[in-house]
């Protein structure tokens, strides 16, 4: 590939455009992303994720994935068994006291084991021998 050439690059931007271009104003395209749904969610889960840090700390926060805030129940999967015994046992009074001290309207909170994921690379030799003749 050729190096950039500045007089080329000036030629090329020099050209005229063949339809109207305009440009959107940015404080329009940011209120309506501050003003929208999906925004306030992420909201609301960064809330959660805090609560979470605080209570809980960041070696077991590892170990979590809030997966879904639907009205005020919020799911969470757990990598492990021991962990999850733990948090429903132990440790899910104080999550809903800091859940409710951060504002984030949640009630009930679901535990479950997370699904293990299948492997993200191809295996390196085929299962089967291919035939010999």
Request: hydrophobic share 35%.
């Amino acid at each position: 590939m050729a190096a950039s050439n500045p007089d080329r690059d000036r030629r090329l931007a020099g050209r005229p455009r063949y339809r109207y271009r305009d440009a959107n104003p940015l404080s329009d395209e940011i209120q309506d992303l501050l003003g929208s749904e999906t925004f306030r969610r992420l909201k609301r889960f960064q809330k959660v994720t805090d609560a979470l840090k605080r209570t809980l700390g960041e070696a077991i926060l590892a170990k979590l994935k809030p997966v879904r805030l639907q009205e005020s129940v919020l799911t969470i999967d757990v990598l492990d068994g021991p962990l999850l015994a733990e948090l429903r046992q132990h440790r899910e009074r104080a999550v809903l006291q800091a859940l409710a001290h951060a504002g984030t309207g949640v009630t009930d909170v679901q535990w479950r084991i997370a699904r293990s994921k299948p492997p993200t690379r191809p295996l390196t030799r085929p299962l089967t021998r291919p035939p010999t003749t």
